[in-house]
């Protein structure tokens, strides 16, 4: 590191310093149920985050129009008003370090049934060392983190030399647009940083995703005569067993596809919503089944997407040769995955940060999700480390990220930040006395 160890050991203790106040704000941003559509409270909340920490601001609705005309964009079923992307952007005096996007994602997940969770997902206690809630750890405290890590070097005397941008995006949950609308807004810098919840690893290579629904249509009748009608129900279900035959096989190519060969089951298609039938007693006229699809980095969307509709308009029959259609229309995500090449300079500035903190080498990994890193590393040959801390049961019930982690996370993002864009004593000035008036300036 070229970081001064003085300097290091400042950052991290200031990280020290603030923790109990990044956590109750991590808390906060978990109470906003940031649901798809829902994240303008949220998002409130980071835009006061940013501007009071005297960031540049910028804030902005997603516009479908503009997405549609990008290949990687999602297809978009809902309204974009007021569903929008905040960014705040650091600018030194004299721009002589290397810049950097620090992004993170608000929106959250559904959570599911209440009854099965412990307490209620908008809680947020910590209770034995972990944060709870719905996007605890997907990614709230790592879009808090970015943040924290940032006043961390203020609060070490120290200004950062490189431009940084701090991006809350929405959609990473479902069609990955929020970055993607950043991009089209113009945003690029020489890295990129993503906090998701990587279990204190960094993200080698991932998938990509397609989401589709498809359509079968039945013949209803009344069931005393049965077998006069078409159960579009039991239809869809084996044209989703033909879709398994697909998976089988691009699981089966595994061994082509680097950093993918060793996992058990790289490839997942997820069946997960079905809608069908009007009443118990009508033999079912229409089923829908919203799918996931993975995909290996390497292969496009377009080639994917069209094995898919290969693999449906190959279903004409049911096992007793009831003539079927299966009709598949792309509702989400239309993604590809994408690697983290070795030997980046950003990669081995992470590199030094987590082995300062963690005194252990940084592991990397293959995910077998989606991730707004292919935004960055696809579209704008950008360096994307994603990194972050660990968690548990995201996406599941009781949510939560280990408080530790996120401390251990924060530094190593700190001293990465000061490492990649370089940092300089911040010089006295009227503003500055106010910082230090707060306690947020040491004295250099
Ligand atoms: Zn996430």
Not at 431 to 438: R, S, V
Request: hydrophobic letters at 40%; a negative charge.
């Amino acid at each position: 590191m070229q970081l001064q160890p003085e300097h290091a050991r400042r950052i991290v203790d200031a990280i020290d310093t603030a923790f109990d106040a990044q956590l109750a704000f991590t808390q906060e941003l978990v109470r906003h149920p940031s649901l798809r559509t829902q994240e303008a409270s949220a998002q409130d909340l980071l835009f006061d985050a940013m501007r009071d920490r005297g960031l540049e601001m910028d804030r902005w609705d997603l516009d479908p129009e503009e997405l549609a005309t990008h290949p990687g964009a999602g297809r978009v079923a809902v309204s974009y008003e007021n569903v929008g992307n905040v960014v705040g952007t650091y600018r030194p005096e004299r721009e002589e370090g290397r810049s950097l996007i620090l992004n993170g994602h608000v929106d959250v997940v559904p959570e599911g049934p209440l009854d099965e969770w412990s307490r209620s997902p908008w809680d947020a206690p910590i209770l034995d060392g972990w944060l709870y809630g719905r996007g605890s750890g997907d990614m709230k405290a790592g879009l808090v983190a970015n943040l924290f890590a940032f006043d961390a070097i203020r609060a070490a005397g120290l200004e950062p030399t490189g431009r940084i941008h701090f991006q809350s995006v929405v959609e990473e949950e479902c069609t990955g647009n929020g970055s993607l609308s950043a991009l089209q807004r113009g945003y690029r810098a020489d890295a990129v940083l993503i906090p998701e919840p990587e279990e204190d690893m960094l993200v080698r290579a991932n998938t990509g995703v397609i989401w589709f629904t498809m359509r079968v249509a039945g013949r209803p009748i009344h069931p005393r005569e049965m077998s006069a009608g078409f159960n579009a129900i039991d239809a869809a279900y084996h044209v989703m067993s033909r879709l398994r035959e697909l998976e089988a096989r691009w699981n089966a190519d595994k061994g082509q596809h680097r950093f993918f060969e060793d996992l058990e089951h790289p490839i997942n298609f997820n069946l997960g919503g079905i809608r069908g039938g009007d009443w118990p007693s009508s033999v079912p006229a229409w089923c829908e089944l919203d799918v996931r699809v993975a995909l290996y980095p390497g292969v496009t969307a377009d080639a994917a997407w069209a094995e898919i509709q290969e693999c449906l308009s190959s279903v004409t029959a049911d096992e007793a040769g009831n003539p079927l259609e299966a009709i598949a229309t792309r509702n989400g995500f239309y993604a590809e995955g994408y690697v983290l090449e070795e030997g980046s300079d950003a990669e081995s500035v992470l590199r030094g940060a987590h082995r300062e903190v963690f005194n252990d080498e940084l592991k990397s990994f293959t995910t077998p999700g989606y991730l707004d890193g292919r935004v960055f590393a696809l579209y704008a040959d950008m360096p994307a480390l994603v990194y972050g801390p660990i968690s548990e049961a995201i996406h599941g019930y009781d949510e939560r990220v280990d408080v530790e982690s996120v401390r251990r996370i924060t530094k190593s993002i700190a001293l990465f930040i000061a490492e990649w864009c370089g940092v300089t004593p911040i010089e006295a000035s009227p503003g500055q006395n106010a910082l230090a008036e707060n306690g947020a300036v040491q004295t250099v």
